[in-house]
DNA sequence: TCGTTATCGTAATGATCATTACGGAAAAAT
DNA sequence: ATTTTTCCGTAATGATCATTACGATAACGA
């Protein structure tokens, strides 16, 4: 019983992780919220616990709805299929929205004051997540024989993500989506094959 | 004539570089800031102007003072020894001082409040201005010929941008040196070179 | 219709932010 | 020795921050 809830929760945090996308955690404030979201403070407490809450809520909701590419990818047949669709999709995701461009996940990670440690250490845990999943999926391409045996899955996947997180900061600054396919072709222009050897050795 | 200056400026300065380095912009207060350098609120002011006057003056001692192997790395033969060369200082540079990793001109850029966006364009442009350098480098080897006339150089620059703020950002998420070097190794594999096309061709 | 319960918006709270007014202290100039 | 000039540190300023107390409002059960 009681009075109903006057707001949309869901539209409400899709709003609130626009914000947190463009202006990173810290330089979110809740007058930025409560103009974004059209509800007031304390409905967003009630609603949401307080700032770190909310934001891990939209954090959450950022890997479910717009990184949904990610589990999509590794079910693709071989690792460089996996790796060219994780880059098109986040070179189309960091520069569809030109008001928040780049990548929220990334966005808050670099830096901030003491009180956003924590915030900071989730961040990295997410991403950590994204790259390990990656990893097994290589590791599963070797054993698929689509990876030479020499191929490292670290080293692949870490090179993968730096790619990536490099993208994101070249989103945010202002890069077109065509260089920014340029960069990820050119990152797959390296990519390891296990078909035929790029040594120019003849039979 | 006057009281002369107790503190030194010059070191003031560096400890000031260092908070930035950590904290971005925003993320550094002047209890922070006085803290580090051993000077008080007043004394900074009127040594360095506001704190967006300071931190200018800290960007522009990184770009001298950490960021010098840019201008040496450009004087180098070919373009695959510049960017190797690039790579491997910023490599080092991202993980020598394990409280302050990363790049400063990166951890800056990505999000912040609206009061910090002169910031932000102020190190989009320090960016920028960094990869122009490296552009300019690799038309300079096309025509050398030890990049080959297909090469791209806005494309190659970028790409090798992109790899160094990846690592970046994995620089501040904690990577090892060694993994990041197999990154910059990985970004190397296959690095376009004019003396002999990787097609396996047979005469 | 009345009482209970939950949400609403206004406005307050205390903390922290960047910035500076001000008086004492020290060094040069007279 | 006194004046002038500059710097130092304390402490204040007003703004903004995240968070919440509180009274009004609205929906339910009885």
Redesign the pocket.
């Known amino acids: ?7 949309d929760v869901e539209k409400a945090l899709d709003s609130a992780l626009c914000v947190f996308w463009r202006k990173g955690y ?1 330089g ?6 409560t103009e974004a979201t ?10 949401f616990g ?3 809450a ?1 934001f891990r809520l939209a954090l959450a909701r950022y890997y479910d709805r717009y990184l949904d590419y990610l589990p999509e990818a590794l079910l693709l047949p071989t690792a460089r299929d996996v790796a060219a669709y994780i880059l098109h999709n986040a070179i189309e995701l960091n520069t569809r929205y030109p008001e928040h461009t780049g990548c929220l996940g990334i966005n808050g990670v670099l830096a901030g ?1 003491d ?1 956003a440690e924590s915030v900071r250490l989730a961040l990295i845990d997410a991403r950590a997540a994204g790259e390990r999943q990656i990893r097994e999926r290589f590791e599963q391409a070797k054993t698929d024989g689509d990876l030479p045996s020499t191929a490292n899955p670290d080293t692949l996947a870490a090179f993968l993500m730096a790619v990536l997180h490099g993208i994101a900061v070249q989103a945010k600054a202002g890069f077109s989506r065509e260089m920014l396919t340029a960069v990820g072709e050119q990152a797959l222009a390296n990519w390891p094959s296990a078909s035929s050897s790029v040594s120019t050795q003849s039979p």
Do not use: Q, T
């Open positions: 019983m009681g009075r109903h809830r006057e707001f810290e979110a404030s809740y007058a930025d919220l059209g509800v007031e403070r304390p409905a967003l407490y009630s609603a307080n700032k770190e909310l004051s009180e």
